[in-house]
């Protein structure tokens, strides 16, 4: 086994999920990226680690991702959980599947991974795992309905997780991020955010660094808002 740590990033070709990767690999991580574009392997060439071109919907995918890494770094210190966009539409227009992709997209992307790592964090006596989530988790908004609802889901897992495993030394929390570079920018939506601008993909990153961090070692089962001060209550 390897003295550096080692990040696993799913959904890390791009965005928030690839600034993460970047940002953990320049803190002295081994990166394993997984993506389903292609691009996660190219960045992962690039950060001098492993890359796997694959789905987080997938067990197999996943499977296949923790045991190269286990393979070729012998450790997992953090995982580092991202995902893509689920469907939008009005509330009612929603359909079954529509909502079964959502849950996939949104909160099986999170346990799915965590079924297959949590037991090596827990071997090791040590493990972060961070979810990139949403800030409006507890506001729902109208314009991400899937995401808010499975989204809550995941606050709820998280919080389950942490009473579980915080005596392991494993922790888990979830970043909420506003409205965030990686997404188009409107002006109504730029002033909708106190501070008057979007945040980057690397301010995102930094936050998943920290609380993947010996400095945010007695931080579990917390849902960290990243938004501007958008979201001010709960």
Do not use: C
């Not at 389950?160 to 002006?187: C, H, K, Q």
């Amino acid at each position: 086994m390897q003295d550096k740590k080692v990040a696993i990033i799913t959904a890390g070709g791009s965005g928030m999920g690839a600034a993460s990767a970047r940002r953990l690999a320049a803190d002295g991580y081994a990166v394993s990226i997984l993506s389903s574009s292609g691009k996660g392997e190219a960045l992962a060439t690039e950060l001098g680690g492993l890359g796997i071109t694959g789905s987080n919907q997938s067990n197999d995918d996943l499977k296949r991702l923790v045991h190269e890494t286990m393979a070729r770094f012998g450790r997992i210190d953090v995982l580092v959980n991202s995902a893509g966009h689920g469907p939008r539409a009005q509330l009612l227009e929603i359909t079954d599947e529509q909502w079964h992709t959502g849950m996939d997209v949104y909160l099986m992307n999170v346990v799915r991974a965590v079924r297959l790592v949590a037991p090596i964090m827990v071997a090791q006596k040590s493990g972060a795992i961070v979810n990139i989530s949403t800030a409006w988790t507890f506001e729902p908004s109208p314009m991400f309905p899937t995401s808010a609802v499975f989204r809550a889901g995941l606050a709820a897992y998280t919080k389950l997780f942490a009473d579980t495993y915080a005596a392991d030394n494993v922790r888990m929390n979830n970043v909420l991020p506003g409205w965030i570079d990686s997404l188009p920018a409107t002006e109504e939506r730029r002033q909708s955010v106190p501070m008057a601008r979007y945040g980057t993909s690397e301010e995102i990153a930094a936050t998943v660094a920290f609380l993947a961090s010996e400095g945010a070692g007695y931080i579990t089962g917390q849902n960290l808002k990243v938004d501007g001060g958008l979201m001010r209550s709960v």
